[in-house]
């Protein structure tokens, strides 16, 4: 149940979300150290769930289209209240081999100068969780301690590939929240990540930020682990073949 604070902290986000009708990417604000009152957090996903069908089976449960896994779903299988292109302080780069696409995996590096775009959901804590959860390979159904990564920014809660949260900042007082791998880029094992992985990436970012395809493949091709071996021309070559977007209405 929706509680007087929380459709209080709604509706100011709403209002403020609204007042444009083309929506621009926010950045967040320093870290207060206060948790928000009404338990939300923005979510800010930077690789394929940057699409909101694909995120739509880490809530409701379900295999996303050419999916691998089915996702069991969040607890409370409530969709985002909003969602809003976002710039994050750091870096992406491609590291490691995806189970699921193969070839390199996206990370986030919040050390390295520079921002990357991302898409923030606004979510539930307890949903925030249950995503990160799927994310690890684990059960949902475990809340997390937000209380570090809302103080310094970071808690690594595992050894795991996105088992460590980072909190840049917030956005009309919410906590934003996102996960990646423990070590920094300057240890990462750089791997190029694959054509479908990539033609999935930036068909996200047209989708998230309302980016050209051009300009995505262009910003891809520049990323740690895909530069040196993707170009853009490449880039747009594997969108074109994956059928992922219509390149010639972008």
């Keep these: ?13 709403a209002q403020r979300l609204s007042a444009t009708s083309t929506p621009h990417a926010r950045r967040a604000e320093p870290l207060t150290g206060d948790p928000d009152p009404a338990g939300l957090v923005w979510y800010a996903a930077y690789g394929s769930n940057m699409h909101a069908d694909r995120l739509k089976c880490y809530i409701a449960g379900g295999r996303p289209p050419g999916g691998a896994r089915t996702y069991p779903g969040c607890r409370d299988r409530q969709l985002p209240r909003h969602t809003m292109p976002v710039l994050l302080p750091g870096l992406l780069y491609f590291a490691l081999e995806s189970a699921v696409w193969t070839g390199g995996m996206g990370f986030y ?55 460590t949260l980072v909190c840049p900042g917030m956005i009309d007082g919410i906590p934003v929240c996102t ?71 972008a």
């Design 1 to 13: 149940m929706t509680t007087s604070a929380e459709r209080a902290l709604l509706n100011s986000v």
């Design 109 to 163: 590096d919040p050390s390295q100068e520079g921002e990357m775009p991302a898409r923030a959901y606004l979510v539930t804590a307890e949903q925030f969780a249950d995503i990160a959860a799927q994310e690890m390979y684990q059960d949902p159904g475990v809340d997390l301690d937000l209380t570090r990564a809302l103080a310094v920014g970071r808690d690594q809660l595992g050894p795991g590939r996105y088992e």
């Design 179 to 249: 996960f990646t791998a423990p070590w920094s880029l300057r240890e990462a094992e750089l791997n190029p990540p694959s054509a479908g992985y990539l033609a999935n990436f930036a068909s996200g970012l047209v989708e998230a930020h309302g980016w050209l395809l051009e300009r995505s493949a262009e910003y891809l091709s520049t990323r740690p682990g895909a530069s040196g071996y993707w170009t853009t021309q490449a880039i747009l070559g594997a969108l074109s073949a994956s059928r992922t977007v219509d390149v010639s209405s």
